[in-house]
T-cell receptor, first 114, second 114 residues
Framework: AQSVTQLDSQVPVFEEAPVELRCNYSSSVSVYLFWYVQYPNQGLQLLLKYLSGSTLVKGINGFEAEFNKSQTSFHLRKPSVHISDTAEYFCAVRTNFGNEKLTFGTGTRLTIIP | NAGVTQTPKFQVLKTGQSMTLQCAQDMNHEYMSWYRQDPGMGLRLIHYSVGAGITDQGEVPNGYNVSRSTTEDFPLRLLSAAPSQTSVYFC?????????????FGPGTRLTVL
């Protein structure tokens, strides 16, 4: 079975500063990796996904993530954050065969400080 | 397209009461699922369905029932509510069983069991 670890439950960042949200996964087989964002009182929205190919993945709203197989990581980055990026971010993993079951991390709450 | 819709948005129940959380999608998606979100635990899969007439259990199925009589609808039933079922519930859908397909989430139902 696969698992996801998001070590940082909360990350405060000053506006226009860079941010990195960490995600590590564990799986005995190849996986697909995802980052979702949840704005206050809303459902989850896909930010970006890694399926195959280039290990640097670009998503919406200026976010990007890099898949590192040797370190089993998929960290999310943004070079300059805005107030509107305040949200909770979830990393998720799914095995690359058969079923649709997503395994989510516990989430990281990103707070932007003006 | 309305996407994935959920009703109600908020619900308060007393212990032992029953209710049905409604979920509908208008994207002709085969795959639908229910998650619950609890603080510090991320999202956990309750039940899922790969098509009309086919359902299966996820990670935390106890206390919940589902059925899938149509492609569009996937209701979640609580037969005898317990305080441990206080949570935010999300319904999600995706086009098919392929692991690369994005899951679309509804806005959620916030349930409190007293």
């Amino acid at each position: 079975a696969q698992s996801v670890t998001q070590l940082d439950s909360q990350v405060p960042v000053f506006e226009e500063a860079p941010v990195e949200l960490r995600c590590n996964y564990s799986s005995s087989v190849s996986v697909y990796l995802f980052w979702y964002v949840q704005y206050p009182n809303q459902g989850l929205q896909l930010l970006l996904k890694y399926l195959s190919g280039s290990t640097l993945v670009k998503g919406i709203n200026g976010f990007e993530a890099e898949f590192n197989k040797s370190q089993t990581s998929f960290h999310l980055r943004k070079p300059s954050v805005h107030i509107s990026d305040t949200a909770e971010y979830f990393c998720a993993v799914r095995t690359n065969f058969g079923n649709e079951k997503l395994t989510f991390g516990t989430g990281t709450r990103l707070t932007i400080i003006p | 397209n309305a996407g994935v819709t959920q009703t109600p948005k908020f619900q308060v129940l007393k212990t032992g009461q029953s209710m049905t959380l409604q979920c509908a999608q208008d994207m002709n998606h085969e795959y639908m699922s229910w998650y619950r979100q609890d603080p510090g635990m991320g999202l956990r899969l309750i039940h899922y369905s790969v098509g009309a007439g086919i359902t299966d259990q996820g990670e935390v199925p106890n206390g919940y029932n589902v059925s899938r009589s149509t492609t569009e609808d996937f209701p979640l039933r609580l037969l005898s509510a317990a305080p441990s079922q206080t949570s935010v519930y999300f319904c999600a859908s995706s086009y098919s069983q392929g692991s690369y397909n994005e899951q679309f989430f509804g806005p959620g139902t916030r349930l409190t069991v007293l």
